[in-house]
T-cell receptor
Framework: GQNIDQPTEMTATEGAIVQINCTYQ??????LFWYQQHAGEAPTFLSY????GLEEKGRFSSFLSRSKGYSYLLLKELQMKDSASYLC?????????FGDGTTLTVKP | DGGITQSPKYLFRKEGQNVTLSCEQN?????MYWYRQDPGQGLRLIYYSQIVNDFQKGDIAEGYSVSREKKESFPLTVTSAQKNPTAFYLC?????????????FGPGTRLTVT
């Protein structure tokens, strides 16, 4: 079976750094994706990890540890527009299983 | 401009009626997907297709049907057998179902069945 866990909600302050964790237990693994979804809109791609380590892309970084079934998304220099839901998704055999998402609220 | 279109944005139906949701992409992607999203939850996979004329059930296929007669199109029919059809439906596509190819999502269709 597939099980993906993320915190339901997080709050952070504008300009700060926030780390959103994702743990997974899946029958197979072909990569982990992070997507951002603003309320009422479609998800958009943020990052992809398939090997252990950190992938950096501007203000966003994503880390993966396959042995621990663990990933995190790091957002730096938070802006108000970063208030959104962040979805972790694990790909296995052509299908992606999504977590329930973490709703991040950025406060001034 | 390349992208994915879904229509309509809002759809209202009476219980017992079948309804078909449209999804078209001009990204030349081989793979297409249908997801359902309920409030406060993530995306759950209904069906996916890796190539034309072929598709596989996802995790919650009961009460739904699809077709993939053209590369660009992957319509989803919500049948009267679906017990709780009111939800936000998202269509997505990707270059392939393997590798680092991310999914591109359409704007979604919000279906309300009363």
């Amino acid at each position: 079976g597939q099980n993906i866990d993320q915190p339901t909600e997080m709050t952070a302050t504008e300009g700060a750094i926030v780390q959103i964790n994702c743990t997974y237990q899946t029958s197979g693994f072909n990569g982990l994706f992070w997507y951002q979804q603003h309320a009422g809109e479609a998800p958009t791609f943020l990052s992809y990890n398939v090997l252990d380590g950190l992938e950096e892309k501007g203000r966003f970084s994503s880390f993966l540890s396959r042995s621990k079934g663990y990933s995190y998304l790091l957002l730096k220099e938070l802006q108000m527009k970063d208030s959104a839901s962040y979805l972790c998704a694990v790909r296995n055999a052509g299908k992606s299983t999504f977590g329930d998402g973490t709703t991040l609220t950025v406060k001034p | 401009d390349g992208g994915i279109t879904q229509s309509p944005k809002y759809l209202f139906r009476k219980e017992g009626q079948n309804v078909t949701l449209s999804c078209e992409q001009n990204l030349n992607h081989d793979a297409m997907y249908w997801y359902r999203q309920d409030p406060g939850q993530g995306l759950r996979l209904i069906y996916y297709s890796q190539i034309v004329n072929d598709f596989q059930k996802g995790d919650i296929a009961e009460g739904y049907s699809v077709s993939r007669e053209k590369k660009e199109s992957f319509p989803l029919t919500v049948t009267s057998a679906q017990k709780n059809p009111t939800a936000f439906y998202l269509c997505a596509s990707s270059m392939a179902t393997s590798g680092s190819y991310e999914q591109y999502f359409g704007p979604g269709t919000r279906l309300t069945v009363t």
